[in-house]
């Protein structure tokens, strides 16, 4: 099977590790459409998901995976239910990844999500994912601790750490990609200033206090921590069999719409087909409608 080449985006990162911070944009374009118009084209486009995942189901050759990655309140959620609020919930699963669990920290760090991967027709949604593992723990090497690795960071020079499990997740995304997942990775990117607003509506209004927590704040003290683990994750794993988007998140609207025409188009370009029927098979439905023609007399 041929891997699935990545769509052409201004957010595509590139592939030969030249991504720097001056290239992530938090806010859109100039001539970016209105947020009537992006509404109304994301509409569109979540209409022609659900038909496209009604192919995918049927043709029954690939699966989806989505990845999100965000700073907190970027807006993920929002986000994957905007998108994906037309496709058929028998083929679209989300799994939202927080804290490992101890039955969790008991097995390698792939294996909570590997044990949830979609199936081939699906399509599978991480809200975060085995990422974490290389940014809010390379941030809090600390949380290490927990895994009771034979051979912890402490054994190795900590860059070395790293590169290795950023090597073990570019050798799980190829292997992923041969077998018919297509891998497709988002991040969010919402600037500093959007997000302590973000944040303080969660404060002030009523209705959002349950959002708020206020490790978000706290941990915004770590922001450029988190931007530099960020960029070093794309730069070692953004290829073409599994590409990472860092599309600007300070407007909703307009994040949306990127997201949805770049899940779309990757479908788009999986040339789905429907099973074909052949003569056999055909002249028993010939059977089969004469039968129920006659039974209704």
Known sequence: MSLPGPVLSPWLAPFDGTLTGAQLDTSPPKRAPSAKKCKKQREELVEELAELQAALFADDRYSVLLVFQASDAAGKDGTIRAVLSGVNPAGCEVHSFRAPTAHELDHDYLWRTARVLPTRGRIGVFNRS?????????VHPEYLGGQRLPRGIDAVDPEAFWAERLESIRDHELHLARNGTVVVKFWLNVGADEQARRLL???DDPKRNWKFNAGDVAERDHRDAYQDAFTDAVNQTSRPHAPWYVVPADDKPFMRLQVAEIVVKT?????????????KELSGLDAMRAK???ELG
């Open 201 to 203: 509506r969660r404060i």
């Open 267 to 279: 479908l788009r370009g999986l040339d789905l087909r429907y099973p074909t029927l052949g003569k």
């Open 130 to 138: 085995y990422y974490e593992e290389v940014l809010v723990v390379r």
């Open 292 to 294: 129920l023609m006659a």
